[in-house]
């Protein structure tokens, strides 16, 4: 059941399954400066993979967590269909903000990287997850939630 909601999570074309997308909630903080830049360029580089139409490059990326849950195939066509071939006409950073623990409950050390950004004529945040796996970080979700211009989400009922 836990994978079938995850699937369809990802089909939503709004987010994976990892982190609620409340991410306030949790206690955030900028964390090691080093960190802080590394993963600004890790989420940058994930994102710059899904732009070019290069989903197949992200799974090496994706951490063990969503690696138990989703099979590749999962985790490609959540993408796909997420991004519906949309390319962003513009993304700016909001920030990067670390924390210890996820909405889920997971302890661990992670950071929450934001982006405001365009697809069109409509505004999202981009939230990219990472986990410190080893010395690598790691994708552990991808969110792309309603926002106005200036990142902050809307609210849906």
Same mark, same amino acid.
């Given at each position: ?52 139409? $290069?989903? *197949?490059?992200? #799974? ?5 967590? @969503?690696?138990?849950?989703? /099979?590749?195939?999962?985790? &490609? ?40 950004? $365009?697809? *069109?004529?409509? #505004? ?5 997850? @990472?986990?410190?796996?080893? /010395?690598?970080?790691?994708? &552990? ?17």
């Amino acid at each position: 059941m836990k994978r079938l909601l995850l699937a369809l999570a990802l089909v939503s074309g709004f987010a994976l399954p990892v982190v609620a997308p409340h991410a306030a909630e949790a206690k955030l903080e900028a964390g090691d400066p080093a960190e802080n830049k590394a993963v600004r360029v890790v989420a940058m580089q994930f994102l710059q993979e899904i732009d070019n139409d $290069r989903v *197949g490059n992200t #799974w090496p990326m994706v951490g063990n967590y @969503l690696r138990g849950i989703l /099979t590749r195939a999962e985790w &490609e066509k959540g993408i796909v269909d997420a991004r519906a071939s949309r390319d962003p006409a513009s993304r700016d950073l909001i920030g990067a903000f670390f924390t210890r623990e996820l909405d889920d409950s997971r302890d661990g050390h992670f950071f929450i990287v934001a982006y405001v950004s $365009r697809f *069109g004529a409509n #505004w999202y945040q981009e939230r990219v997850i @990472l986990s410190l796996q080893g /010395t690598q970080w790691k994708v &552990e979700g991808y969110w792309m939630l309603p926002s106005d211009k200036d990142g902050n989400q809307l609210k849906t009922d």
